[in-house]
């Protein structure tokens, strides 16, 4: 028995009066005031757990200011020593802990419930809890002692946070759940795309963008990554002059980055492109592969038109084709398709829409007026830039028997009445002959009379025509022998002429009209052809190098 005291020792319902060493079991979670009475300065007082120590790492601090002391669950201490004026204080908070401690969430584990829990003491304290999470995570139950979360949307990889904080008098405990993650995968994934354009046009009317491939690659990680991107053209690198489009880039911490990249087309590429963007870093290699195919367009062709030309009557579907390669390139074409119509004038009038935006290299076109008619093919792709291209001739006409050079636009012919393209038809079937020659003489046919040598016979070619056509000139002059009207008259819309009337001008010349010029002594006469040149008996032979479609010029078309 310790020897009597003068002074006291007190806790909550204790008191001792002996000087000596006492210990008191306090219940962790509870305020607890202690002291001497009277205070005794050389008094010492020390707080330690109920199962051995296991000492180690840092301390966490303590409500009261003073060094705390780790215990073996985890809990904390504090004491505030006694003074002459105030009772000292004790205070050992429980352990405090949010569970279960999950590593990975995935799309099928649903809704979990976690809970908040007091550990090593006797009785939970009277608390009040308050769950917090990180965004895109649903607390159903956020002030209970048990909850469940659930996620808005999975991502494919992401860090969530969940803390749970306990308030009881004027103590506050706070758990948070590291370290654990949600998500489609349950690691970090690292995303590659290369962005390439599906079709180049390698000979663009647009100077920005001719014979430039532009390219893109984006990287992006679930999180901070470094490595290093290489893009690579796998086929068709003989296609492109690739210093800027290819090459290696550093990715150094990153969640994304983009990089836009171009290199020039060389001026004989054609067909598929294959570019690769591939990173790597020490978790391994990701690799995506795009291909793109280069265009060249070629001119406009007609493909159901003979080589010495199309002529059709209206309403007509008449087949258009933007000639390009490699085959199959015209799928990625939008064309907008337009023609103009030639006047009497040698002028044309303005260019029409035909077909606007239609997708692919073809068109099908019927026309609702006759005339002589341009083509004009204006192609793009959808990543940007385009091409105009023509109808035009693709190799020089016979100088003997025509003027048209290679690349010259060509024309297609529109009749109103089948007639014309019967006289425009006989015509060009004598092109190349001499029996229309000054120097020749030409026998009586067709209900005409014959031409002695040494005299003009293009009206007479045109009187031959016309009557093969069933559409014959009438005879004009002549009592015992019968010719037809003179290239002067035929060329003067004053003088009537049976069935044969003057187009109002300027006007719309077709096929098969007859065309004539006033001259000095003589004129000149011939039958209009598919595109506006005159099919006439010339100098040399029957040929198409008379320019029908001039100013000063009359044409005339049959009616009934």
Not at 90 to 112: E, H, N
Not at 162 to 189: H, R
Not at 376 to 405: H, N, Q
Request: aromatic share 10%.
């Amino acid at each position: 028995m310790p020897p009597r005291a003068e002074t006291s020792v007190l806790v909550p319902k204790v008191a001792v009066t002996n000087a000596g060493e006492y210990v008191f079991l306090l219940e962790k979670g509870v305020d607890y005031e202690y002291g001497t009475v009277p205070f005794i300065a050389s008094a010492t007082y020390s707080a330690v757990d109920d199962v051995p120590q296991t000492r180690g790492g840092t301390p966490l601090p303590d409500p009261e200011g003073q060094t705390p002391t780790w215990s073996v669950d985890g809990g904390r201490y504090g004491i505030a020593p006694q003074t002459e004026s105030v009772f000292g204080r004790v205070l050992w908070l429980p352990l405090f802990f949010g569970s279960p401690d999950v590593a990975y969430i995935g799309p099928g584990d649903g809704p979990l419930a976690f809970s908040a829990n007091f550990a090593d003491c006797r009785m939970e304290p009277a608390a009040t809890y308050s769950w917090s999470a990180s965004p895109g995570i649903t607390v159903q139950s956020p002030n209970a002692k048990t909850t469940a979360i659930s996620f808005d949307s999975m991502p494919s990889w992401a860090v969530a946070s969940v803390a749970v904080t306990a308030t009881f008098g004027t103590n506050t405990l706070v758990s948070a759940l590291g370290g654990m993650t949600y998500g489609t995968n349950d690691v970090p994934q690292i995303h590659l795309s290369l962005d390439v354009p599906d079709a180049i046009l390698l000979n663009s009317n647009a100077v920005s963008t001719a014979k430039v491939a532009v390219a893109s690659w984006s990287f992006s990680s679930d999180a901070p990554t470094s490595g290093v991107v290489t893009v690579s053209c796998v086929s068709g690198g003989d296609k492109v002059e690739c210093p800027g489009l290819l090459g290696t880039w550093a990715v150094e911490d990153c969640l994304s980055v983009t990089s836009h990249v171009s290199g020039v087309l060389t001026s004989t590429a054609i067909g598929d492109v294959v570019l690769k963007a591939e990173f790597s870093s020490q978790g391994g290699t990701n690799a995506v592969s795009r291909g793109m195919t280069v265009v060249r367009t070629g001119n406009v062709s007609l493909p159901a038109a003979p080589g010495d030309g199309l002529v059709v009557l209206t309403n007509t579907p008449v087949a258009m084709l933007l000639d390009c390669e490699p085959a199959g390139a015209g799928a990625f074409l939008t064309t907008m398709w337009h023609v103009r119509r030639l006047r009497s004038d040698g002028a044309h009038g303005e260019w029409q829409l035909a077909a606007y935006g239609q997708q692919g290299a073809s068109l099908v076109f019927t026309p609702a007026q006759g005339g002589i008619y341009q083509v004009r093919a204006i192609a793009s792709v959808a990543a940007g830039g385009y091409d105009e291209r023509f109808y035009v001739w693709d190799a020089d006409e016979d100088p003997s028997t025509g003027l048209k050079k290679r690349g010259n636009l060509k024309a297609f012919g529109v009749c109103d009445e089948q007639w014309q393209i019967d006289v425009r038809y006989a015509a060009k079937g004598r092109i190349g002959s001499m029996e229309y020659l000054e120097s020749v003489y030409l026998p009586a046919s067709h209900g005409f009379s014959g031409v002695p040598w040494g005299r003009y016979k293009c009206n007479t070619f045109v009187a031959h025509m016309t009557q093969e056509a069933g559409v014959s000139l009438p005879v004009m002059h002549g009592r015992v022998f019968s010719y037809p009207p003179l290239a002067n008259e035929l060329a003067d819309p004053a003088v009537a002429i049976l069935h044969w009337i003057p187009i109002v001008l300027p006007g719309w010349p077709q096929p098969g009209y007859v065309t004539a010029v006033h001259g000095t002594g003589n004129g000149h006469c011939g039958i209009v052809d598919f595109d506006g040149q005159g099919i006439s008996a010339g100098q040399l032979n029957v040929n198409r190098n008379m320019s029908s479609c001039v100013n000063g010029m009359t044409m005339r078309k049959y009616e009934r």
